[in-house]
Structure formats: structure tokens, C-alpha cells
């Protein structure tokens, strides 16, 4: 085994950020041992100047190696060592030098392979057991590796067994077929992936001449990996070379950095190469690259600030969310919008918070108050009306599936359910409350209706799925089949947390005098069996039940395994919980998640500030889970208040919120405010028509509701547990719809409609015509737009109410209605 | 073919992340704010090789037509199997068909037939409409064909709709995890009357209207850092197009085609329709026609019906060869299964999933063939087995889709458009 001995002590101490604010030139490591000709690390160059700030040069410095003989250095900073001995290398940039001491020892005889550590990470890295090709479940022409080598047991079998092991030929091994095919020699419906003269090809070249060793059981495993650095400022169109560590079960740290993966998520922020070098592009934000070797990732974070003179601002806190906000507006060296008026503040707070458009005379009211704590008044005031409960209750409704699927008699079930939900969210029930009920679910669904969740969770794979997605961020789905790609979880996380399901039964609750009927479509009970279990699809034995990062919770036939289940989940210690949920408040207001997408928390997929995200996550636990409370904070803070205005110093922002992003309306909330504006409201079938009925769309319990309306501007049909599935970005047919469809012109020129009245309202044009732009876009209208209103009715002198109906439609579809801003 | 990846290489795993990213932008992730972030729509359009503009016409024969009385005759079984009908040449030597579709028999050499194909025994379109047997996509909700086709063109439609179903929505119509933005448009239902001018509105009030928003929408698009802004206003100008010029509308009305053509598509309009939707660019329009569950009576139902299908194919693909769109046009015809080759004692036939047959013509696929036998009693296939993902693979291939093309799922599981998609050979020539 060959392996880099860089002592821990080392290691420690260059991982503190303090240790690189003292000016200078340094190199990682400091010193190197390197045992055998495979040992070939990457040293990374740093200067600090002396504001404190970190740069690259490991691309540029010049390396000199006292003795050539031991060992030499390429451009980029590569390491070889050529003989045994001890020399020194000497870095010189930018008129400074640093030395790294070196050692080399057993060149002479080859160190012995072991398959899971040397050699299948070879093929993870030039794609063979990528998804598209010998990956994937079927394999490709007959040759299957597992899922980017996360079974490695499983594809030394393949390779050895399979086809008579005509893929390995250790006689020959360079005419193995694995070789050949590989290296392009003969055809290879993958093309060329490594060259004869190679690093990858010697090494496997050199496994099968030695007999195709899969390693003693006693050789050391990878037990996680590291990159240094793992976090740094660097500038638009900057470089950072990375190295990559494996640290093993032994102690023992290898440089990985050439048979690591590498990935961005962000690429127009900043790409990565196969050798690690991170380039940022010409975009300010922040970008997460992540690193995989042998299962394990970790993740490289780069910031990319504003280029030019440091952005100064003044921006005093209202709650804790500002602190770190205006943090990230330093670190990225812009500076954040001024603060939105008051007409827009109070539309986008009663958008947000009770999905309503604000009436006219509040609007106004609000303007003129001069209450100096009026904003945070209007917050907790919007926090206690039934549309803040009922437009909540429609945002939970969706990721818990309340779906009836077009069938009467799942209604009783999935109106019951959405009115606990409601009441759930009007009483401020505390959200480890809220999750534990329906997670622990039991009983008829007359008198229990969280276990209507269970109506659309039917297996013990839903249930993961559900579980994780919703309430831990967590997508799980990939450990369904194989190892995930871009966590540590693998099959038996997933099969573990399934168990959790294994005694979860059902029968139908019969209604005397009704035939029995398909049973999902029936009214059900919910019960726990005192046996039951779930068997673990990659080892085909039963799954222990084991939460996440956890150990196994076996539970007695006389208990139910998802109260154990529950009490790990809510937690206040579970990492993951409060955090989800902190996020996807977070995302409703600010219309993009601290970590986006909001149900994809991965280690590889880091939060734009973390420091912002733990805070909120610590205020809902210290305020025992209240939803009104983490509402508050993050709706009282000066960062919501912020102008969508951009300015010179933050126009490129789009993640750390320096100004408000708008969001267009999402379907039910646009639909109402159609209604609202042309006062003409829509009674939906199937409701009560009584005045006192729910008649507007953020009410409606379930999706079975026919409109085409809602459909067009993008309303989920709950088909999964993914706020995604909710569409809020432009369509044709939405456009197309508003701009032309019967049933808005109905709307707009309803006899008694807003137009219609507004028509023989008596009161001057001018007011009329600044109440209707007040109503529509919360705003008065400017000179030169009511001037043109003005002639436009004068023109219609004889049809008033045309006029006014064209007024209504041309509102209707500006941005100015359309968005929340 | 599969360069429609945007990139030029053909091997299994030679994207990397990045190209799919970038493969992305033109293709899976495409959304209007990605190609509005990389410049104007146009401007994106430039950089990607040239795009197949190929559509899909797709007949979808409801309750599941008898294979025996069709494409798969069986003049040598013992009559309870070979029933009432009698096979006739084509015009391409060795391929028999049914008498009563004696006009498509005279241009078999535009047409072709897998005679081999394994179903499921569901009454649903799910598995002709998207792959995926109904069982299987009622929990995975994979798209139908018309929805990954209106997905791939996005943005890029112009101003007709990408999916047009003549059938209304169905199982198989529904876009599934790909978002109800690609639902197919339904002329009839709402998507189709927002086409004409609303009751109430004239043109020139129209342009009234228009320049009062004009006026008043001055928000500035810049200040939504997400695209959506700027493409509401691309949508606005093109929504204005498609009610004002009414490409959609002039193709869904038959007034506008010759008397003497309408004359040729008697009874069987839709066919007509489902070509001037094409020929106005649609990517997939699907029609169904007829009853095929038939239990009892096989023999009367199918000499009414088999005409009335005889006309419509062989009238729609002459016109598409006339007009010279037979390479861009692929055309199949199938429903749910077969029908069991023993005649019961209703004279009718009952489901039969083992095996069944499909017309398909056009694409630039190889015609004038019978790709596939059925055994001597038209029972399960005798060789070359093909289920019916593997048909429509090919069609996928015809339209210039890769069908091994990933798209994410609510879960953000990336999901082939195909998982049994190997090609029938035979047609790919």
C-alpha cells in the first residue's frame, strides 16, 4: 500500500484558517514521505497577502527539486518521486520561496494493489460504472459494474467470473479484454478511456500481472475523505487547485486528488477539472464543489465575490436573520437594496403571509400610518387571520399528498385532513407536534385524520421517500437501488429507515348497507400488527429499523416502532429536522432556499449561509417548534423588507438575498386575485354555495377540484412529495389564458363586476382609476399612466364600462399584478 | 440521430457532468429562464445542430383491435382461428394483409407492420402512450410520448402547441412527473377556444387593450433574477400571434381545406386534422377511432370498422407523400393488445396480451415490410419478440429523441424516457 504519512498533527494544524492569515508563501502539505512510484501527490501553493486573503498559485509557482534523481515536479504541482531518497523542493512565486522537505522510500519493488482501493476507483473515475453505461442495472453488452463502484466485492466477481473470465488474462495482462477495450485497441462502444502509456492503464496492468488481488480482509478501508481547502474567497476568473485526502481505517492519509471525482453545483459560478482545479467564472455568488472516492464525498466551497472597492453599507438588525445576511453581503463585497416602500411591503406581506391581495383602503391606511413599528403590527396581524391558515394549510397539503384522486369516497378522508392540517397551522400547533401525529397516525380515519397520509404512503418505500424528503430534506430515493451518488447514505440507511413501516397495517372500515369496494378508495383504519417487518432489497434479510446516523431501535410487539422513529426525528439534536423546515419557510418568502433546491440538503449541496440557516434552525427550537415564531423572524427582518430594485452593488445577486426576488403568483393565490379584481368570484362544484362557503382556491382541501385556470398556471397535482412539483415559471397556455380566454373575459365584464360598477360610479375618473391600479399592483399610478387611462375613457366616452373592462384586462396581465415584488 | 444531445458524441458515457449541464439547457432542463440567462431564445437556438423538427402521428385504437383480422391473417389455421376474413397480396411481395384494407394493401411499400409485439393485459393507452404498463405508472408517473416531445421543444414551438391530442386526456395522454405544462392541447376544451377571440372582444379592441398594457406593464424584467419576468413578455408577444394569426385554429378548421380532399376523409376527419396540425408544425398529435373490444360480433364490427381505418391511413400518408413529409412524418397505429386467436362462441375474440400487431409508416423508417411473425395459430410470436417500449424507442429514434435521455423526477431521480429501449432492428434499416 502506498500511502502519503502526513502526521495528524500536520494535518490539524493546516486546516486552521488562522494559521493563513500570517503573510507569505505556503505549501500542503508541508513535507512529504512518499513510499512507492504510485505515490504521486498534489502540492497546493498558497500566497496570503496581507489584508488576509488566500490565492492559488500552485499552477504558477516554479518547483525546483535539489535532487533530481529522487523525485521531479510537473507545472501543475504534481509530485513524482523517481528513486529512493531524501531532497527538498523549492517553490518560488511571486518573489517568495517556500520549501517542502521530501522523502521517498521503496521504489525499487512495487507496493501490493488492493482492488477496492486502487483499482475500482479507476473505473469510477473514467465513467465505466457511471449510470449511462456499465452502471447502470442492466449493464452494458453484457458487462455490469455496480453503480460507481460502490460495490466493489460485486465487480471483482464480474470481472474475474463472468464470460469465462475472458476479461482478465494475467499470462497477458495487456491483452486482457478489459484493457483492450479500454484503452480503444479494440472497438469499444464506450470509445477510448485510457491511454496504453497511462497511469490507470498501468495500474490495472500491473493488478492482473500480479494475480488480480482483491486485498486481505485486514487492509485498511477508506473511512471518509477531505479536501483542502475546504472553503475560500476567490476572485472572478480565479484558479484553486485542490487535494483530495483518503484517510483510512489504519490512520494512514493517501493523496486521492487524480482518482477523485469532481463536480459543481454551480457551474456558472465556478467549474472544476478531472485534476481538481476549481476556475471561477465572471458571476458573484458562491458555488459547492464536491468530491467522491470510494463512496465518500465532501464538499469544496468557493465564494466569488464583487470585483472593484469594498461595498459599504449601514444596515442595523431588526432580528437575527440580518446579522448573517449582511455577513454574506461582506464576504461577497456587495451591498443590499434600499428598503421597499410601504405599498409594496404591505402587498408582498399579505401575498406571502394569507395569499390575498390587500384591499385598497388598507393600503392606503398603511401608507399614511406613522406607527414606526407598522410593519412588524402588520405581521403578527396577518399571522392571525383564517387565510394565513388556510394558505399554509394548502402549502402542507401539497407535500403531504392530500389528494382524493377523483373518487367520492375518498373526500370525507382527504376534507378531514386538510381541515386538521388548517386548524394545525391556525392554533400555531408546534411543528415536532404536527410531524410526530401524523408520523404516529393511527386509528379509523373518521377520528384520526393524519391517517389519511397513509392513504397515498401505501409501502414501506413511499414511506422513505415521503419521510425524508418532507420532513428531513433529504432525497433518499437513489439508496432505493444503490448506493447514493452524492451522500454518504447507502441501501441499508435506506432499508433501515423503511422498517420503520414493517408493522403498519390496514383494513377498511365497512359501512353497514355499502358493498365493500376497492379498499384505497374506502374509508380505512390504521393499525399497528405486532408483527411485520421489511426486508432490505440489497441483502434480501429483514431490515433492522435504524434512523439515519443512528443505531438500530428494536422495539417490543407491544409498541409501535414509529414512536421511536418520531422521538429521533423531532428531536431538537436531529441535524437535519429543524433545519428542513427552517429552509422551507425561508423558501416561501424569499422564493429561494438557503439550500435550493429546499429538499435536497446534501453535504455536496451546501446552504449559501450556513450560519444563517443554523440560526434559524436554534430559533425554532428555542421557541419549541412554533411556525408563527420562525414566521416572525424572518418577516421582521429588515432583509424581507428589502427593495427587488436592484443596484450597481448587487444586480448579479441570486442567492444571498441582498434584494427581494419576485415571485410570480402561484396558481391559487393568481386566481383569487383575478377574482378580486374583477370582483367576480368563482363558486367551485361540489362546495357549499352559501355565503358563508370557502369561494376561493387557497382554500380547496383537495386537488380534485376541475379548473383549467389552476392547471395552466402551474398547480400540482400531488403526485409527489416535491414542492418543485408546483409550477411557477411562465407558460404559453397561462398567457394565453389570462390574455384570452372566455372565462377571464367573463370575469372582466361580469354585469355587477368591478368594471360595471366602476363604470356608473358616480365619483371622478381619476379616483376610480387610481383605486383599480392600487388594487391590482398595490401602487398608485404614476402621472403619465393615469393620464393615458384617462384618455382611454374619454375615447370610450359612450361605453364607459368597455373602457374601464380594457383598464381591468391590461392590469390583469402586467408583471406589476402578476408578481409579488 | 442522438445528436440532439447537443453534442456530437455517441458513446454511452462520454457526458460528463458539465456537457450534461449544458446538454441540459438545450434539451432536459430546458426552460425558457435558462435559455433567456445565456441570451435571447434565438441566440440559444444558433448554438445547438440543427434540431429535428420531425413529428409523430399516433392512432391509438381503443379496446384493442384483433391482430388475426388485421395485419397478422392466418389463411392456413383451422377456421375457429382463422375466423371469416381472407388474406390479399400487397403490393410488396410475401406481405399479406386483411381484404377489407385492400388500400393500404396497394401502397405497402410506404407501410410496414411488426406482427411480434408483447403487451399487457391492461384496457388502458398507458403502455402504447408512454412505455410504461398502467400498473407500473399509476406509482411512477413516467410522461406520454407527446410530453417528452413537447418538453424537447420547449420554448423552441413557435406559435403552435408542441403535444395536440384529438382524443381529449386520457391515462396515457398525461405528462406525469414531467409537469402539467406539457399536458397535451385539447381542441374542444379550454386550450382551444383561448385560440379564438374571447365572446366580447373584437380584433381591434384587442389592439386596444394591447396598447394599454403596453403602456402599463413598465416593470422592469431585469429585477427577476429568474427568467420568469422576461418570459412572460416573449409569451405576450406570442400568445398575441397565435390569437391574431391563428395558425392553430386555421389547422383545426377543415373549412379552410379543398372540398374534393375533406370528400377523400369522409367519416374519418381526424386523420385530415391530425395532418394540417402536423403540417402547421405540431410535434405529436393522437387520434383514436373506433371500437375494438370486441367480445362478441368480431367479424360485422370490423367489417364496418376496417375500411373506415383503411381510408384514413392510406389517405393521410399519400398526402403525406405528396407533400413530400414522409421522411419527417412517423405515423403508427396499435392499440392495447391483441384478441385471442380462437374464435368464441360469440363470433367475437376476447383480450389476447401474448401478442399483437402495429402499423407504422413514414420517419425515415424502412417500409414495405412485415417485421415479426405470430406463431402458426397467431398465438404468441414466433420469433424476433419486440415488446411494445422497443416500438416506440424506435419512434423516439425516427423523431431524433435518444429515448436513454434522463429527465428528474419530483424526487430528483433522473428517469430514462425509456428502460426497455433497444430498437426494432428491421425498421431502423
Known amino acids: 500500500m502506498k500511502r502519503l504519512l502526513l502526521t495528524l498533527a500536520a494535518l490539524s494544524a493546516l486546516s486552521a484558517p488562522a494559521r493563513a492569515a500570517e503573510a507569505g508563501l505556503s505549501a500542503y502539505p508541508p513535507k512529504l514521505a512518499l513510499k512507492g512510484v504510485e505515490d504521486c501527490p498534489q502540492i497546493v501553493v498558497t500566497e496570503t497577502r496581507a489584508d488576509g486573503r488566500a490565492f492559488d498559485l500552485s499552477g504558477s509557482a516554479t518547483y525546483t527539486v535539489s535532487d533530481a534523481k529522487v523525485a521531479r515536479v510537473d507545472a501543475t504541482g504534481r509530485v513524482f518521486p523517481l528513486a529512493n531518497g531524501t531532497t527538498e523542493i523549492t517553490i518560488t512565486a511571486n518573489g517568495r520561496t517556500v520549501k517542502v522537505p521530501l522523502t521517498a522510500e521503496k521504489m525499487d519493488a512495487p507496493q501490493p494493489l488492493n482492488y477496492p482501493n486502487q483499482v475500482s476507483p479507476i473505473f469510477t473515475k473514467l465513467s465505466c460504472s457511471s449510470g449511462g453505461c456499465h452502471g447502470k442495472i442492466a449493464g452494458q453488452n453484457g458487462f455490469r459494474l455496480s453503480l460507481l463502484g460502490f460495490d466493489p466485492a460485486f465487480d471483482y466477481e464480474n470481472l474475474l467470473k463472468e464470460t469465462r473470465g475472458r476479461r482478465v488474462f494475467p499470462a497477458a495482462p495487456e491483452r486482457s479484454l478489459l484493457l483492450t477495450k479500454a484503452a480503444g485497441i479494440v472497438p469499444h462502444g464506450g470509445g477510448k478511456k485510457m491511454d496504453p502509456d497511462g497511469e490507470e492503464f498501468k495500474i490495472v496492468r500491473r493488478w492482473i500481472a500480479s494475480g488480480m488481488p482483491y486485498g486481505n480482509p485486514t487492509d485498511p478501508t477508506v473511512s471518509k475523505i477531505t479536501v483542502f481547502p475546504e472553503n475560500r474567497v476567490v476572485d472572478r476568473k480565479g484558479r484553486q487547485q485542490l487535494a483530495v485526502y483518503a484517510h483510512y481505517s489504519d490512520g494512514t492519509v493517501e493523496d486521492v486528488t487524480r482518482r477523485a471525482q469532481y463536480e459543481s453545483n454551480d457551474t456558472d459560478i465556478a467549474s472544476v477539472s478531472e485534476s481538481g482545479v476549481v476556475n471561477t467564472q465572471n458571476v458573484t455568488g458562491q458555488a459547492g464543489v464536491m468530491a467522491r472516492f470510494n463512496g465518500f464525498v465532501t464538499v469544496f466551497r468557493a465564494t466569488v465575490p464583487r470585483g472593484g472597492d469594498a461595498a459599504a453599507f449601514d444596515f442595523k438588525p431588526n432580528t437575527v436573520v440580518d446579522t448573517h445576511t449582511a455577513n454574506k453581503w461582506k464576504e461577497l463585497n456587495i451591498a443590499p437594496s434600499a428598503l421597499a416602500s410601504d405599498e409594496v411591503f404591505m402587498r408582498r406581506a399579505y401575498l406571502d403571509l394569507t395569499g390575498t391581495l390587500p384591499d385598497v383602503k388598507d393600503v392606503l391606511a398603511f401608507a399614511e400610518s406613522k406607527d414606526a413599528a407598522k410593519r412588524e403590527k402588520l405581521i403578527d396581524q396577518l399571522l392571525d387571520t383564517p387565510e394565513y391558515a388556510y394558505f399554509f394549510a394548502n402549502k402542507w397539503a401539497d407535500i403531504l399528498r392530500v389528494k382524493r384522486r377523483n373518487q367520492p369516497d375518498r373526500a370525507y378522508g382527504t376534507f378531514a385532513f386538510h381541515t386538521w392540517i388548517r386548524e394545525a397551522v391556525a392554533a400555531d400547533k408546534p411543528y415536532d407536534e404536527f410531524v410526530r401525529d401524523i408520523l404516529c397516525a393511527i386509528g379509523d380515519e373518521s377520528k384520526s385524520p393524519p391517517t389519511v397520509w397513509y392513504k397515498e404512503v401505501r409501502t414501506p418505500e413511499n414511506f422513505v421517500d415521503d419521510v425524508s424528503q418532507v420532513f428531513l430534506g433529504q432525497r433518499m430515493a437513489c439508496a432505493n437501488c444503490h448506493h447514493h451518488p452524492y451522500e454518504k447514505w447507502s441501501q441499508d440507511d435506506y432499508w433501515g429507515m423503511a422498517a420503520f413501516f414493517g408493522r403498519v397495517g390496514f383494513k377498511p372500515v365497512v359501512t353497514p348497507g355499502r358493498a365493500q369496494q376497492n379498499q384505497q378508495n374506502q374509508r380505512q383504519a390504521l393499525f399497528v400488527k405486532s408483527t411485520g417487518n421489511v426486508q432490505n432489497k440489497r441483502t434480501n434479510k429483514t431490515a433492522d429499523p435504524k434512523p439515519l446516523d443512528a443505531d438500530p431501535m428494536l422495539t417490543g410487539t407491544d409498541e409501535d416502532p414509529r414512536a421511536k422513529f418520531a422521538d429521533w426525528m423531532t428531536s431538537p439534536k436531529n441535524p437535519f429536522f429543524a433545519k428542513t423546515v427552517a429552509n422551507r419557510y425561508w423558501a416561501h418568502f424569499f422564493g429561494r432556499g438557503i439550500v435550493d433546491p429546499i429538499d435536497d440538503m446534501r453535504v455536496t449541496n451546501p446552504p449559501s449561509n450556513p450560519e444563517l440557516l443554523d440560526a434559524l434552525a436554534k430559533n425554532l427550537v428555542d421557541n419549541k417548534f412554533s411556525l408563527k415564531e420562525l414566521i416572525r423572524t424572518i418577516c421582521k427582518s429588515r432583509t424581507y423588507q428589502l427593495s427587488a430594485e436592484p443596484t450597481e452593488l448587487n444586480k448579479n445577486d441570486k442567492q444571498s438575498f441582498a434584494r427581494y426576488y419576485p415571485k410570480r403568483l402561484q396558481a391559487e393565490v393568481l386566481f383569487d386575485a383575478v377574482a378580486k379584481l374583477t370582483d367576480s368570484p368563482t363558486a367551485f362544484p361540489g362546495l357549499p354555495t352559501d355565503k358563508f362557503a370557502p369561494n376561493r382556491a387557497i382554500m380547496l382541501p383537495d386537488e380534485s377540484f376541475a379548473s383549467y385556470f389552476l392547471d395552466v398556471t402551474g398547480r400540482p397535482q400531488r403526485i409527489s412529495a416535491c414542492e418543485c412539483e408546483r409550477v411557477n415559471d411562465a407558460s404559453l397556455a397561462m398567457t394565453l389564458h389570462l390574455l384570452n380566454s372566455q372565462e377571464v373575459q367573463d370575469k372582466i365584464a361580469r354585469a355587477s363586476g368591478r368594471a360595471d360598477r366602476l363604470a356608473k360610479d358616480p365619483r371622478p375618473d381619476a379616483e376610480k382609476v387610481t383605486e383599480l391600479f392600487v388594487l391590482a399592483t398595490g401602487q398608485k399610478p404614476s402621472a403619465e399612466k393615469l393620464k393615458l387611462a384617462l384618455e382611454h375613457i374619454a375615447k370610450h366616452e359612450k361605453t364607459k364600462k368597455t373602457a374601464y373592462e380594457n383598464i381591468v384586462w391590461a392590469l390583469l396581465n402586467t408583471k406589476g399584478f402578476l408578481f409579488n415584488q | ?429
Open chain 2, 1 to 429: 440521430m442522438l445528436r440532439i444531445l447537443g453534442s456530437a458524441r455517441r458513446f454511452c458515457d462520454g457526458a460528463s457532468r458539465r456537457d450534461f449541464l449544458q446538454i441540459g439547457a438545450f434539451g432536459a432542463g430546458l426552460t425558457l429562464a435558462d435559455m433567456l440567462r445565456g441570451g435571447t431564445a434565438q441566440a440559444a437556438a444558433k448554438k445547438q445542430p440543427s434540431r429535428s423538427r420531425k413529428s409523430a402521428i399516433m392512432i391509438y385504437l381503443p379496446g384493442g383491435p384483433s391482430h388475426m383480422d388485421m395485419y397478422d391473417l392466418k389463411p392456413d389455421a383451422p377456421v375457429e382461428f382463422r375466423g371469416e376474413f381472407k388474406a390479399i397480396d400487397t403490393n410488396v411481395p410475401g406481405v399479406q394483409i386483411c381484404e377489407h384494407m385492400p388500400l393500404q394493401a396497394k401502397m405497402w411499400d410506404k407501410l410496414a407492420c411488426v406482427r411480434s409485439l408483447v403487451s399487457v393485459d391492461e384496457h388502458s393507452d398507458t403502455l402504447v402512450m408512454t412505455g410504461y404498463p398502467d400498473r407500473v405508472n399509476r406509482i411512477a408517473e413516467h410522461p406520454s410520448f407527446g410530453s417528452v416531445v413537447s418538453k424537447l421543444r420547449g420554448e423552441d414551438a413557435g406559435a403552435v402547441p408542441p403535444f395536440v391530442s384529438l382524443r381529449g386526456m386520457s391515462r396515457g395522454t398525461e405528462p406525469g412527473y414531467l409537469g402539467i405544462a406539457h399536458r397535451p392541447f385539447t381542441p374542444g376544451g379550454q386550450g382551444n377556444s383561448n385560440l379564438r377571440l374571447a365572446n366580447g372582444v373584437t380584433l381591434d379592441r384587442l389592439e386596444d387593450r394591447k396598447g394599454l398594457l403596453g403602456a402599463f406593464d413598465d416593470t422592469r424584467r431585469e429585477i427577476d433574477a429568474t427568467g420568469s419576468m422576461a418570459g412572460m413578455d416573449a409569451y405576450t408577444e406570442k400568445a398575441m400571434e397565435m390569437v391574431t394569426a391563428g395558425v392553430v385554429r386555421d389547422a383545426l378548421d377543415l373549412k379552410k381545406e379543398d372540398p374534393k380532399v375533406v370528400e377523400r376523409y369522409k367519416g374519418v376527419e381526424s386523420f385530415l386534422t391530425a395532418r394540417r396540425l402536423v403540417e402547421a408544425g405540431v410535434g405529436c398529435v393522437t387520434l383514436s377511432i373506433g371500437g375494438w373490444d370486441t367480445h362478441g360480433q368480431n367479424f360485422t364490427t370490423l367489417k364496418r370498422q376496417l375500411p373506415q381505418v383503411d381510408k384514413g391511413i392510406a389517405n393521410l400518408i399519400q398526402d403525406l407523400h405528396d407533400r413530400g413529409m414522409a421522411e419527417d412524418v412517423v405515423t403508427v397505429m396499435w392499440g392495447e393488445f391483441g384478441r385471442t386467436p380462437k374464435v368464441n362462441m360469440n363470433a367475437g375474440r376476447d383480450h389476447w396480451s401474448p401478442v399483437m400487431s402495429a402499423m407504422i409508416a413514414g420517419g425515415g423508417l424502412k417500409m414495405g415490410q412485415a417485421v415479426g411473425a405470430s406463431t402458426a395459430k397467431g398465438e404468441r410470436p414466433k420469433d424476433r419478440p419486440y415488446s411494445v417500449p422497443q416500438l416506440l424507442s424506435t419512434i423516439y429514434r425516427a423523431m431524433g429523441i435518444d429515448p436513454s435521455q434522463t429527465f428528474n423526477n419530483g424526487a430528483g431521480r433522473p428517469m430514462y424516457i425509456l428502460d426497455e429501449r433497444e430498437p426494432v432492428k428491421e425498421l431502423l434499416g
